[in-house]
C-alpha cells in the first residue's frame, strides 16, 4: 500500500519546501503518485552531491509510489542557469546523449524498473522538446509566463543587475522548458510531483502553474535542503574535488574513503538521508557511535552500504580491506598481492630496482615520504614512523627479505596519514 511519503521525508530530513504539504500526504496515502527529478547530462557521472535526489526517488519507490528519473537530454542542450553566474558552455546532442546514456546506468543501480505499476521509467525531454515548433511553444507555452514574473526571480535579477554578465534569452528559456517538461509528464504519465535541489523552487512552481493553466489540473513540488557539512562546505566534496559514481573518475577505494571520513557531527544526519535502515535502528547506532566514535562504525556502515550500491559488494569488500590494512586495523601481513596491488594504486608507491636488506632510512627517502636523512632519524626517535603497521624506534633499522610482504611490498606510514608503499625487484 501507499505510504505518506511527505510524513517520512520530512522525518528523515529531506523536505526544505513543500507545496500543499497535507493535501500531498493525504494523496500519497490513498492511492499511488508518479513523482519525478530531473538529472543535467552536462556530465558523464553523477556525484556524491547528487545522492539526496536520487535517493529522494528511490525513497518514493519503496514507500509504493513510482518514480521518473527525467534524463535532461533536451535541456541540458541549453544549461539550467538556476544559481549560476555566468551562461553555462553549450554541449552538443551527441555529447548531451552520451552523458545521458551513462547517467541512466547509473541510476539503474538505485530504481526498480520491472516492480509493476511502481516500476521506474527514464525518459529523456530531447525526444519531445525537439519535436516542438517554436511558434508552437510561444502559443502554448510562452503565453503563461508574464516576463516580469520571470526577471523578478533573485537570480535572474541578479544577472541582469550585472552588466558584464547580463542573461540571454536561451537561459530565460530554460524555466519554460522545465514547466513544459512538468505539464508533459502530467498528462502522458500522470506525474504530479516534481521533486529538487531548493534552487529549482522557482522552476517547480513554474510548472505547477502551467498544469493549471492549461489544463486545470493539480500538481505539486518539493524540495530537498542544500547539504553541507558541518565545516559549512557544500556535500560531495573531497579535498581532490567532486566524488563521481563513476570508478573511472573516483576509484572505489576513494569512494569509500569519502564516506569513512565522515565528520562525526555530520554521521547521523547522513545515515537518516542515505540509509533505508529504520529511524530507531539509526538511533541506536548512533548511541553506540557516541560511546565509541573511536571505532567509526557508523562510519564505516555508511561506506560499506554505499560502496556496495554503487559499486557492488565485492568492489566494496576490496575497498574496505585496503582501508582496514592502511589503518591498521588488519595485519599487513595477512594480505594477498591482490590487495596490495588495489592500495599501490591508490597511494605513493616507489619501485626499487634493489633486492633488500636496505637501510630504512634509505627506504623513507626514497619513498618521498621524507626529504633527508636526518628528518627520517628525528621522525624515528620522535616515534612517528611505521613499518608494516609496527612503530620502528631504531634509526639503525634495515628492510629486510622478511619484511616483505606478498608482492614485494613494504608498508610505511610516516606519522598519523602519510602512507606510502615500497615494492621491491626480487
Same mark, same amino acid.
Given at each position: 500500500?501507499?505510504?505518506?511519503?511527505?510524513?517520512?521525508?520530512?522525518?528523515?530530513?529531506?523536505?526544505?519546501?513543500?507545496?500543499?504539504?497535507?493535501?500531498?500526504?493525504?494523496?500519497?496515502?490513498?492511492?499511488?503518485?508518479?513523482?519525478?527529478?530531473?538529472?543535467?547530462?552536462?556530465?558523464?557521472?553523477? +556525484?556524491?552531491?547528487?545522492?539526496?535526489?536520487?535517493?529522494?526517488?528511490?525513497?518514493?519507490?519503496?514507500?509504493?509510489?513510482?518514480?521518473?528519473?527525467?534524463?535532461?537530454?533536451?535541456?541540458?542542450?541549453?544549461?539550467?542557469?538556476?544559481?549560476?553566474?555566468?551562461?553555462?558552455?553549450?554541449?552538443?546532442?551527441?555529447?548531451?546523449?552520451?552523458?545521458?546514456?551513462?547517467?541512466?546506468?547509473?541510476?539503474?543501480?538505485?530504481?526498480?524498473?520491472?516492480?509493476?505499476?511502481?516500476?521506474?521509467?527514464?525518459?529523456?525531454? +530531447?525526444?519531445?522538446?525537439?519535436?516542438?515548433?517554436?511558434?508552437?511553444?510561444?502559443?502554448?507555452?510562452?503565453?503563461?509566463?508574464?516576463?516580469?514574473?520571470? =526577471?523578478?526571480?533573485?537570480?535572474?535579477?541578479?544577472?541582469?543587475?550585472?552588466?558584464?554578465?547580463? =542573461?540571454?534569452?536561451?537561459?530565460?528559456?530554460?524555466?519554460?522548458?522545465?514547466?513544459?517538461?512538468?505539464?508533459?509528464?502530467?498528462?502522458?504519465?500522470?506525474?504530479?510531483?516534481?521533486?529538487?535541489?531548493?534552487?529549482?523552487?522557482?522552476?517547480?512552481?513554474?510548472?505547477?502553474?502551467? =498544469?493549471?493553466?492549461?489544463?486545470?489540473?493539480?500538481?505539486?513540488?518539493?524540495?530537498?535542503?542544500?547539504?553541507?557539512?558541518?565545516?559549512?562546505?557544500?556535500?560531495?566534496?573531497?579535498?581532490?574535488?567532486?566524488?563521481?559514481?563513476?570508478?573511472?573518475?573516483?576509484?572505489?577505494?576513494?569512494?569509500?574513503?569519502?564516506?569513512?571520513?565522515?565528520?562525526?557531527?555530520? =554521521?547521523?544526519?547522513?545515515?537518516?538521508?542515505?540509509?533505508?535502515?529504520?529511524?530507531?535502528?539509526?538511533?541506536?547506532?548512533?548511541?553506540?557511535?557516541?560511546? +565509541? #566514535?573511536?571505532?567509526?562504525?557508523?562510519?564505516?556502515?555508511?561506506?560499506?552500504?554505499?560502496?556496495?550500491?554503487?559499486?557492488?559488494?565485492?568492489?566494496?569488500?576490496?575497498?574496505?580491506?585496503?582501508?582496514?590494512?592502511?589503518?591498521?586495523?588488519?595485519?599487513?601481513?595477512?594480505?594477498?598481492?591482490?590487495?596490495?596491488?588495489?592500495?599501490?594504486?591508490?597511494? #605513493?608507491?616507489?619501485?626499487?630496482?634493489?633486492?633488500?636488506?636496505?637501510?630504512?632510512?634509505?627506504?623513507?627517502?626514497?619513498?618521498?615520504?621524507?626529504?633527508?636523512?636526518?628528518?627520517?632519524?628525528?621522525?624515528?626517535?620522535?616515534?612517528?614512523?611505521?613499518?608494516?603497521?609496527?612503530?620502528?624506534?631504531?634509526?639503525?633499522?634495515?628492510?629486510?627479505?622478511?619484511?616483505?610482504?606478498?608482492?614485494?611490498?613494504?608498508?610505511?606510514?610516516?606519522?598519523?596519514?602519510?602512507?606510502?608503499?615500497?615494492?621491491?625487484?626480487?
Amino acid at each position: 500500500m501507499p505510504q505518506n511519503f511527505c510524513e517520512i521525508m520530512s522525518r528523515r530530513g529531506f523536505v526544505e519546501w513543500c507545496s500543499d504539504a497535507a493535501e500531498l500526504g493525504q494523496k500519497m496515502e490513498r492511492e499511488t503518485v508518479t513523482g519525478y527529478v530531473g538529472f543535467d547530462p552536462s556530465a558523464d557521472s553523477l +556525484h556524491a552531491g547528487n545522492m539526496i535526489p536520487i535517493m529522494g526517488l528511490a525513497w518514493l519507490q519503496k514507500l509504493g509510489h513510482r518514480p521518473i528519473a527525467l534524463a535532461g537530454g533536451g535541456t541540458g542542450l541549453i544549461g539550467d542557469p538556476s544559481g549560476k553566474t555566468k551562461e553555462r558552455r553549450l554541449l552538443s546532442v551527441e555529447l548531451v546523449a552520451h552523458n545521458a546514456e551513462r547517467i541512466k546506468k547509473q541510476l539503474a543501480k538505485f530504481l526498480d524498473f520491472d516492480r509493476g505499476d511502481a516500476s521506474a521509467i527514464m525518459p529523456n525531454n +530531447h525526444d519531445w522538446l525537439s519535436r516542438i515548433s517554436f511558434i508552437e511553444f510561444l502559443r502554448d507555452t510562452g503565453k503563461f509566463f508574464p516576463v516580469n514574473t520571470l =526577471i523578478n526571480r533573485e537570480y535572474v535579477r541578479s544577472r541582469i543587475d550585472d552588466p558584464e554578465k547580463g =542573461i540571454t534569452y536561451t537561459e530565460l528559456s530554460y524555466i519554460l522548458l522545465q514547466a513544459y517538461d512538468f505539464d508533459h509528464l502530467y498528462r502522458e504519465f500522470g506525474c504530479a510531483l516534481q521533486m529538487g535541489g531548493n534552487d529549482q523552487q522557482g522552476n517547480i512552481i513554474g510548472g505547477i502553474d502551467l =498544469i493549471r493553466k492549461r489544463g486545470g489540473g493539480q500538481a505539486y513540488g518539493l524540495t530537498f535542503p542544500l547539504l553541507l557539512t558541518a565545516s559549512g562546505a557544500k556535500f560531495g566534496k573531497s579535498e581532490e574535488g567532486a566524488v563521481y559514481l563513476d570508478p573511472g573518475k573516483t576509484s572505489p577505494y576513494k569512494f569509500y574513503q569519502f564516506w569513512i571520513n565522515t565528520d562525526d557531527r555530520d =554521521i547521523g544526519r547522513l545515515h537518516r538521508m542515505y540509509s533505508f535502515e529504520s529511524l530507531e535502528s539509526i538511533d541506536d547506532l548512533m548511541k553506540r557511535h557516541a560511546e +565509541h #566514535p573511536e571505532r567509526r562504525e557508523a562510519q564505516k556502515l555508511l561506506a560499506w552500504d554505499m560502496t556496495g550500491r554503487v559499486h557492488g559488494n565485492e568492489t566494496a569488500a576490496k575497498a574496505r580491506d585496503a582501508s582496514a590494512l592502511l589503518f591498521g586495523e588488519r595485519d599487513a601481513r595477512s594480505a594477498d598481492s591482490a590487495l596490495l596491488d588495489t592500495l599501490a594504486a591508490e597511494i #605513493p608507491t616507489t619501485d626499487v630496482a634493489s633486492p633488500p636488506p636496505m637501510p630504512l632510512i634509505d627506504c623513507l627517502l626514497a619513498s618521498g615520504g621524507v626529504s633527508s636523512k636526518s628528518e627520517a632519524r628525528r621522525k624515528i626517535r620522535e616515534g612517528g614512523i611505521y613499518l608494516n603497521g609496527e612503530r620502528v624506534t631504531d634509526e639503525s633499522r634495515a628492510v629486510n627479505s622478511d619484511d616483505l610482504l606478498q608482492g614485494g611490498y613494504v608498508q610505511a606510514r610516516i606519522g598519523k596519514k602519510d602512507f606510502r608503499l615500497l615494492r621491491f625487484n626480487r
